[in-house]
């Protein structure tokens, strides 16, 4: 099956800090979408982004299916940006959705 | 709007009762959802693909006697784990696709239920 590489594993930022998060995946995908997993266990829908570039207040996202690859930007980092940073895609000719390892990100004031 | 829920959001049983859980799409309705199971810091493993009215998929090695999946309508799905056992104690999510949306394939998730079984 497919494989999806979240790096990196861990991220600790001093707020106000900019970062990004990168989702490598091994075959063409029908979707990918960034959610954000809050201490509480919620996933929070960030991004779907099959493709292109989208912007949602300091966090954007871009992906680029030919390369097989999507980046996840936080700018101005914020205490509430800490959690599990996850990628989902689904596997071309499938729409049975595949996730990453995660990228675990915490925040200091 | 796609906003899921999930019943109940916490649950601690006996080992050898069964358990179910409740997935509502509230806004939408939702054709096809998917249970997860997450162990702590771990990433989501997929459970089964629930479709209405069809009986639903599940996943290479998960028991289906086990966790029995039932999508009667397109707005609920419930997944009962039968005779539970302490190595079911997990924390189980589920997600819906809103086929109406623009986005005919993004998943919008449940806050999760935690269970525990003694």
């Known amino acids: 099956g497919i494989q999806v590489e979240q790096s990196p594993p861990d991220l600790i930022l001093q707020e106000g800090a900019n970062s990004t998060l990168r989702c490598n995946f091994s075959?063409?995908?029908?979707?990918l979408q960034w959610f954000h997993q809050n201490p509480w266990g919620q996933l929070i829908n960030l991004f779907y982004?099959?493709?292109g570039t989208k912007q949602n207040g300091r966090l954007s996202a871009t992906t680029v299916a030919t390369e097989r690859y999507s980046l996840l930007y936080i700018s101005s980092s914020q205490t509430t940006d800490s959690g599990v940073y996850f990628c989902?895609?689904?596997?071309?000719?499938?729409?049975?959705?595949?996730f990453g390892r995660g990228t675990s990100l915490i925040v200091h004031p | 709007g796609a906003v899921v829920s999930q019943h109940p959001s916490r649950v601690i049983c006996k080992s050898g009762t069964s358990v179910k859980i409740e997935c509502r799409s509230l806004?939408?309705?939702?054709?096809?959802m998917f249970w997860y199971r997450q162990f702590p810091k771990k990433s989501l493993m997929l459970m089964a693909t629930?479709?209405?009215?069809?009986?639903?998929?599940?996943e290479q090695g998960v028991e289906k006697d086990k966790f029995l999946i039932n999508h009667a309508s397109l707005t609920l799905s419930t997944l009962t784990v039968t005779s539970a056992h302490p190595e079911d104690s997990s924390f189980y999510i589920c997600?819906?696709?809103?086929?109406?949306?623009?986005?005919?394939?993004?998943?919008?998730f449940g806050p999760g239920t935690r269970l525990t079984v003694l």
């Open positions: 982004i099959p493709s």
């Open positions: 806004d939408f309705q939702a054709t096809t």
């Open positions: 997600s819906a696709r809103d086929w109406a949306s623009g986005s005919l394939n993004e998943q919008f």
């Open positions: 989902a895609v689904d596997p071309g000719g499938s729409y049975i959705p595949t």
């Open positions: 075959d063409s995908v029908n979707n």
């Open positions: 629930s479709n209405e009215g069809s009986k639903a998929t599940y």
